[in-house]
T-cell receptor, first 113, second 117 residues
Framework: DGGITQSPKYLFRKEGQNVTLSCEQNLNHDAMYWYRQDPGQGLRLIYYSQIVNDFQKGDIAEGYSVSREKKESFPLTVTSAQKNPTAFYLC????????????FGPGTRLTVL | AQSVAQPEDQVNVAEGNPLTVKCTYSVSGNPYLFWYVQYPNRGLQFLLKYITGDNLVKGSYGFEAEFNKSQTSFHLKKPSALVSDSALYFCAVRDMLKGTGRRALTFGSGTRLQVQP
């Protein structure tokens, strides 16, 4: 988990609320990623960004939004339009050059009450 | 697009026995392959990677992986399993993200390893 922090570790949301998950990295990586993981399952890419002020939709972007105003920060907002937001959310970063090895944060567990 | 498959949802092995977690891949060009491990409620931790060179790659915690180009496989191995190795293991391949020309990792669905004492 070194170099990437996510907060909070646990988050509870009421139906109809937007919530924002924080992701910060001090690895000087250009690329950052958000994944969703459901119990016992693999990772699904929500959004990614490879440069400041630019981001692209992944495979399951509906109901989510992101921003990339600073190189080290890539917050994810889970909006009320996301129909089933309860999941474990993982942030990762990588260098653009080379082998693209990704470094992961510790994750945020979001539960909708 | 590149893809990676982990054919086993779960692998059970007794402590002290050798373990293998399987991964096969489909890529165009030379593959960049990775193994990650995830403990409960934690992020993914890097174990090892194959970029080029020796087909046997050594990684963290005594794990190794064998790259086999003819069988398009990259199986994770350990000579003697520990109970503490019980976790979720992911294989990944460097891929081009759809319609962007940009590279990222595509992950397999994961294999749960259970090591019994």
């Amino acid at each position: 988990d070194g170099g990437i922090t996510q907060s909070p570790k646990y988050l509870f949301r009421k139906e109809g609320q937007n919530v924002t998950l924080s992701c910060e990295q001090n690895l000087n990586h250009d690329a950052m990623y958000w994944y969703r993981q459901d119990p016992g399952q693999g990772l699904r890419l929500i959004y990614y960004s490879q440069i400041v002020n630019d981001f692209q939709k992944g495979d399951i972007a509906e109901g989510y939004s992101v921003s990339r105003e600073k190189k080290e920060s890539f917050p994810l907002t889970v909006t009320s339009a996301q129909k089933n937001p309860t999941a474990f959310y993982l942030c990762a970063s990588a260098r653009l050059a080379g082998d693209n090895e990704q470094f992961f944060g510790p994750g945020t567990r979001l539960t909708v009450l | 697009a590149q893809s990676v498959a982990q054919p086993e949802d779960q692998v059970n092995v007794a402590e002290g026995n050798p373990l293998t977690v399987k991964c096969t891949y489909s890529v165009s060009g030379n593959p960049y392959l990775f193994w990650y491990v995830q403990y409960p409620n934690r992020g993914l931790q890097f174990l090892l990677k194959y970029i080029t060179g020796d087909n046997l790659v050594k990684g963290s915690y005594g794990f190794e992986a064998e790259f086999n180009k003819s069988q398009t496989s990259f199986h994770l191995k350990k000579p003697s399993a520990l109970v503490s190795d019980s976790a979720l293991y992911f294989c990944a391949v460097r891929d081009m993200l759809k319609g962007t020309g940009r590279r990222a990792l595509t992950f397999g669905s994961g294999t749960r390893l259970q090591v019994q004492p």
